[in-house]
T-cell receptor, first 116, second 113 residues
Framework: DGGITQSPKYLFRKEGQNVTLSCEQNLNHDAMYWYRQDPGQGLRLIYYSQIVNDFQKGDIAEGYSVSREKKESFPLTVTSAQKNPTAFYLC???????????????FGAGSRLTVL | SQQGEEDPQALSIQEGENATMNCSYKTSINNLQWYRQNSGRGLVHLILIRSNEREKHSGRLRVTLDTSKKSSSLLITASRAADTASYFCATDAYTGTASKLTFGTGTRLQVTL
């Protein structure tokens, strides 16, 4: 089945450690995204990538880094510079489904990061 | 930044009733989308309405868009317990290839038997 796989589902980290969240898609989508969701909040965009080897900062990129070496993969590293990393992280991909300018996102199941 | 603001923040109805949730946004948009999120899960796309459309239907869903008031509404008719979830509107600032969807804070819908 086509979809987006995020791993791990749950992750615990000590303060000062970097952690990497995995996101893999087999939908052949060009664009991929990382969002952060805090309790009772909407989603905030961290980074997005339109094509391989290219990515742009979203609204809250500080303390995060990404890479896009393969079309299928868009890992997110939460660095020690991120002051409040405990959150639910969602990866998504997209393809225009209704002509140009109408990208619909397909989401993974999410990764919940807790800093101890 | 949060572009959309949903209203109400929480809604509790009985099965069979209709549920209406509203979304307001601040800047011009290319399209507006509604997503659903079950607790602790990823979001699922429900419906997209373009800026030149006023109303759209999909099964039990009806979406309206008023660009002059910068607002949208999602109506779920004949609600079911399985409709219990959070619903988010998202406005689309299309940048060429990728969409920069900006999500609102969501409406938590509880449908009771």
């Amino acid at each position: 089945d086509g979809g987006i796989t995020q791993s791990p589902k749950y992750l615990f980290r000590k303060e000062g450690q970097n952690v990497t969240l995995s996101c893999e898609q087999n939908l052949n989508h060009d664009a991929m995204y990382w969002y952060r969701q805090d309790p009772g909040q909407g989603l905030r965009l961290i980074y997005y990538s339109q094509i391989v080897n290219d990515f742009q900062k979203g609204d809250i990129a500080e303390g995060y880094s990404v890479s896009r070496e393969k079309k299928e993969s868009f890992p997110l590293t939460v660095t020690s510079a991120q002051k409040n990393p405990t959150a639910f992280y969602l990866c998504a991909s997209s393809i225009p489904v209704a002509g140009p300018g109408a990208n619909v996102l397909t989401f993974g199941a999410g990764s919940r990061l807790t800093v101890l | 930044s949060q572009q959309g603001e949903e209203d109400p923040q929480a809604l509790s109805i009985q099965e069979g009733e209709n549920a209406t949730m509203n979304c307001s946004y601040k800047t011009s948009i290319n399209n507006l989308q509604w997503y659903r999120q079950n607790s602790g899960r990823g979001l699922v796309h429900l419906i997209l309405i373009r800026s030149n459309e006023r109303e759209k239907h999909s099964g039990r869903l009806r979406v309206t868009l008023d660009t002059s008031k910068k607002s949208s509404s999602l109506l779920i008719t004949a609600s079911r317990a399985a409709d219990t979830a959070s619903y988010f509107c998202a406005t689309d600032a299309y940048t060429g290839t990728a969409s920069k969807l900006t999500f609102g804070t969501g409406t938590r819908l509880q449908v009771t038997l």
